[in-house]
């Protein structure tokens, strides 16, 4: 593929989540917009700047430093001017265990600290969506995440970095030290100076599992309760699920027949008993494990509803469900859906044991469209009750 000799030469980087700023003008931010020319000055040493401006002489005045280029708008950009691009600066410095401190360059990133601290039993203190991006970068814009209404800001858990201004001076700024300059460069967007390095206090990672409550929520005063009631989770998440309302209550009811699940399982107080009663899925499972046990209901089978595999002397094998069973023969059911039975003499049997594959056929729901397949979650994830809010408009 080749795109026409008169189409401005787009920006190419970014093809994966990890790749740094390229260096080829024009630039852009994440958000893709706007795109400006600038001279690029990749830096490499603490050192470099503001020297490696004067060797450019005759170029547009000012500079900025940029690093992974990760911000949605145009703080990462600068008209005409000169942009320093410290991803070249990513040496760690120094790290004190005991008090979890860690000092290292402007253009080391958050994927660059994950790797040296975790295996050390550290994590980040604040960490956005993507780890992609520098530490000068996150210092400068502020960065906050999950547990922001616990931990604040990034800012909050720098201990002390350096700038460099434009006429060379070195300002070590920390809450004690430069305090004015400390407070203004945090969330300064890199209009102080150029952040050379930068001490964050890392986290203990005090276990390696995590509890995880999903709550359903319906609405913002719904929300606004939750948020209250969850000050004291550290790291708290929401979205907007576009799949959940407006949903068909006759189109799920009528997916739950048209795939067959009415035959095998009960919803209210219709339905067949040879798989568990879903009335109450939705407050047992999330959605996306109810779809998993739909596409794939293999992957886990309670023991309660296995079929049972048979192997007789003659080779033969029969699985299904044991129906009956007494001292010399076993009636097995081989297909829920069909009553056709099979009698096993206890004579003939060689080996028995549990089946791991489901009693539940795959692909039930490949007759129904995408809609219907939403339609027919909503109707599981409503326990079959119309009034229920995914079927709201
Ligand atoms: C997928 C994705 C998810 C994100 N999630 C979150 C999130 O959850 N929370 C959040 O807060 N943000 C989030 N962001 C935004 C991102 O964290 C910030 O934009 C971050 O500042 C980007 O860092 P960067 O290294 O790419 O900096 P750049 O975008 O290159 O620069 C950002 C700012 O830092 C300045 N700067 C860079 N280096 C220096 C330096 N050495 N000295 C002084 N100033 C410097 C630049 O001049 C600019 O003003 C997300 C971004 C993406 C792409
Ligand atoms: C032939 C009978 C049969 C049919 C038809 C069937 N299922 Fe099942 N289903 C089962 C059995 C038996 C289980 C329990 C064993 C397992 O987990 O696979 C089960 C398990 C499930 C589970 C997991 C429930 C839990 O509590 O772990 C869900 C969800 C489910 N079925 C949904 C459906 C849906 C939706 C349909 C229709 C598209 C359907 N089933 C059709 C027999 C069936």
């Not at 460069?185 to 990672?205: D, H, V």
């Not at 939750?226 to 189109?251: H, M, P």
């Amino acid at each position: 593929m080749s795109s026409a000799a008169t189409d401005p030469p787009i920006l190419q980087h970014r093809s994966t989540p990890d790749e740094p700023f390229d260096g080829k003008p024009p630039f852009e931010p994440w958000g893709r917009y706007p795109k400006y020319n600038a001279t690029v000055v990749p830096l490499t040493w603490q050192t470099d700047y503001p020297g490696v401006i004067e060797q450019n002489e005759g170029m547009p005045a000012g500079a900025l430093p940029v690093g992974m280029g990760r911000s949605y708008g145009d703080v990462c950009l600068l008209k005409g001017g000169h942009l320093l691009v410290t991803t070249g600066m990513n040496r760690l410095l120094h790290f004190e265990p005991e008090t979890g401190l860690l000092t290292c360059e402007a253009g080391v990133t958050l994927a660059q600290i994950l790797d040296f601290a975790v295996p050390r039993g550290f994590f980040l203190p604040v960490t956005p969506g993507t780890k992609y991006v520098t530490i000068a970068g996150a210092i400068a814009n502020d960065i906050h995440g999950k547990n922001h209404h616990v931990a604040g800001t990034f800012g909050n858990h720098i201990a002390q970095f350096e700038i460099v201004r434009s006429d060379g001076t070195r300002i070590h700024c920390s809450p004690t030290n430069n305090p004015d300059w400390y407070s203004a460069t945090i969330g300064g967007l890199g209009l102080t100076g150029l952040i050379t390095w930068a001490t964050l206090r890392l986290k203990p990672i005090v276990s390696r599992l995590v509890d995880y409550e999903g709550i359903q929520f319906h609405g913002i005063d719904e929300f606004l309760d939750l948020t209250n009631q969850s000050k004291d989770i550290e790291y708290t998440v929401s979205w907007i699920d576009c799949a959940s309302n407006g949903r068909n209550f006759a189109r799920g009811r009528d997916a739950y027949e048209v795939a067959q699940c009415n035959l095998c399982h009960r919803v209210g107080n219709a339905g067949g008993s040879v798989g568990p009663d879903l009335t109450a899925i939705s407050s047992r499972y999330q959605r996306r494990d109810i779809l998993s046990s739909i596409i794939e209901p293999s992957k886990v089978v309670s023991e309660q509803y296995m079929n049972t595999a048979f192997r007789l002397k003659n080779g033969d094998t029969v699985v299904g469900r044991v129906v009956e069973e007494n001292n010399n023969r076993i009636i097995v059911q081989p297909d829920a859906l069909k009553p056709d039975r099979v009698e096993v003499k206890l004579a003939d049997l060689e080996v028995r044991k549990l089946s791991p594959l489901s009693p539940m056929p795959e692909g039930l729901v490949n007759v129904l469209s995408k809609d219907e397949i939403l339609d027919l979650m909503a109707y599981l994830e409503a326990g079959g009750r119309r009034d229920h809010p995914d079927f709201s408009q």
